[in-house]
């Protein structure tokens, strides 16, 4: 059996580090044989640029995993200082056109080939079936399986037809929760013939159209394991990925810090239980100290329990084995044809157009107000750049502590925000001024809460990428497209 313990311990490692240069431990952790590094919203310089750092550490050897998360829409790395151009998975889901889908993939597996970058951890395979959902929401294609099935393969291809390999998530589901894995562990009953007909069809669409890689979600899912969350149990990522739906590619642990994983565990106990479960490849999540820290506790766990017989040598093997192959296949595609990045763009401002022109947004008649209120968001978005109106106004940046004792704003208003209902007394301060003010309107850029349905006063732009917030800028200046 080749290869030692510690050297395939380290192959099965997406490690990170900490800020924003390359640091000088990460060299020789290649040469132990490191499988790779994921960047994070903490890697950005003060620019907010994270690609100079991507091509550093594709410099110090191409064949190593590069990755990150750039789903288009609210999560993106490489636009979080100005956000996202490129619309969003739920935006992409209301126009519903895959050949578009399958450009704006294509435009952001180039931007990301040309920063050194060749695993993209998206799209989101989730259906969004709770509209309260806290994490998932906008990142998702939409509630219908069908709908969302369709738009997984066609991102897939179009990541794949530039040399980019996805990784598909959060199998097998992380749409119908109504809590966040970065923070604890979310459960949810459903019957497991629902799950196959609702949770699971998207991520069969995937596997078809030849997803590289699928990440795991840290969810209880009661039907499939009643125990244990996705991402540590063998009955979901052995029993039914690999042996029912049959999927040969690598399997992605969601990143093992959250609570979701390793709340319990710990990071070591949490790697080891993940590959005894079936993944290959363990993403250790964002690193906050200097020093590699999660990465040595991770790998002396795996050897510790191998050498301990509480993990088989031999999954250790195979999942080295399936990432070598991995690297093997795409960290050496041919350079990416001219245009795939402007196709890209155009096609993200169709869509972003089309979900603006279906809403019937009126025009501003003059001077307006507009009102942003931060009620925060999910690590997987991070700080990103929202919510920025480009027409003729007053603008008013609050957060939720600063609402007591403002307003009602008189004119026209726009309070901009994201998941208003969701934060009741944010949610009262906003309906106070649309009641008080005739002119007040809210722009909601998260996933619609079905009582906003139908309300004249109510914008639902499904995302709060730049790209819709530009389309959305266009109508309220009155201009046709």
């Known amino acids: 059996m080749s290869g030692s313990v510690r050297a395939d311990a380290h192959g099965v490692m997406l490690a990170a580090f900490h800020g924003p240069a390359v640091p000088a431990w ?9 499988a790779g590094i994921c960047l994070y919203g903490d890697n950005l310089p003060a620019d907010g640029d994270v690609r100079p750092v991507a091509r550093a550490v594709a410099a110090l050897d191409p064949t190593r995993v590069l990755a990150l998360d750039e789903e288009g829409g609210d999560v993106t790395r490489l636009h979080m200082a100005d956000g996202s151009p490129h619309p969003g998975n739920a935006a992409l889901g209301v126009v519903d056109d895959v050949q578009l889908t399958r450009t704006i993939a294509a435009g952001i597996g180039a931007e990301l080939r040309e920063a050194g970058v ?3 951890l998206a799209p989101c395979a989730d259906a969004n079936s709770n509209p309260a959902n806290p994490v998932i929401g906008t990142r998702s294609f939409g509630a219908d399986p069908g709908l969302v099935a369709r738009h997984v393969a066609a991102f897939v291809e179009g990541l794949a037809s530039v040399g980019v390999a996805a990784s598909v998530k959060h199998f097998p589901g992380h749409g119908d929760t109504s809590a966040d894995s970065h923070l604890t562990l979310p459960r949810v009953d459903a019957s497991a013939e629902v799950l196959h007909e609702r949770e699971l069809v998207p991520f069969r669409a995937a596997i078809a159209a030849g997803a590289a890689s699928i990440m795991t979600s840290h969810v209880v899912l009661a039907a499939f394991d009643p125990d244990r969350p996705a991402t540590l149990s063998p009955a979901v990522l052995t029993g039914l990925l690999r042996e029912e739906l049959g999927y040969d590619g690598v399997i992605v642990s969601d990143a093992l810090d959250m609570a979701g994983a390793s709340g319990t565990l710990g990071l070591g106990g949490a790697a080891v239980a993940s590959l005894a479960a079936g993944a290959d490849l363990l993403c250790l999540g964002p690193e906050a100290s200097a020093e590699p820290r999660a990465l040595a506790e991770a790998v002396d766990a795996v050897v510790a329990a191998v050498e301990s017989g509480t993990l088989d040598r031999g999954r250790l093997r195979d999942a080295a084995a399936r990432v070598e192959r991995l690297r093997a296949t795409w960290s050496e595609r041919p350079p990416v044809e001219a245009g795939a990045v402007e196709a890209g ?5 169709k869509v972003a157009s089309e979900v603006v022109s279906r809403l019937g947004v009126a025009p501003l008649h003059g001077r307006a107000t507009v009102v942003r209120i931060d009620t925060g968001t999910n690590p997987a978005v991070g700080w990103t750049d929202w919510g920025r109106l480009d027409v003729d106004a007053e603008v008013v940046d609050l957060t ?13 208003v726009l309070v901009v925000i994201r998941r208003a209902t969701a934060h009741p007394d944010v949610w009262a301060w906003v309906a106070q001024q649309l009641e008080a003010n005739p002119q007040a309107r809210l722009v909601e850029l998260a996933w619609p809460d079905p009582r906003l349905a139908g309300r004249p006063d109510v914008v639902c732009t499904m995302g709060s990428s730049a790209a819709l917030l530009a389309a959305l800028s266009r109508a309220l200046r009155g201009e046709v497209w």
């Open 118 to 120: 060749w695993l993209d």
């Open 26 to 34: 990460l060299g020789p952790a290649f040469e132990g044989g490191l």
């Open 345 to 349: 763009r155009v096609a993200a401002e």
């Open 400 to 412: 939720a502590r600063d609402l007591d004792g403002v307003g009602p704003f008189g004119g026209e």
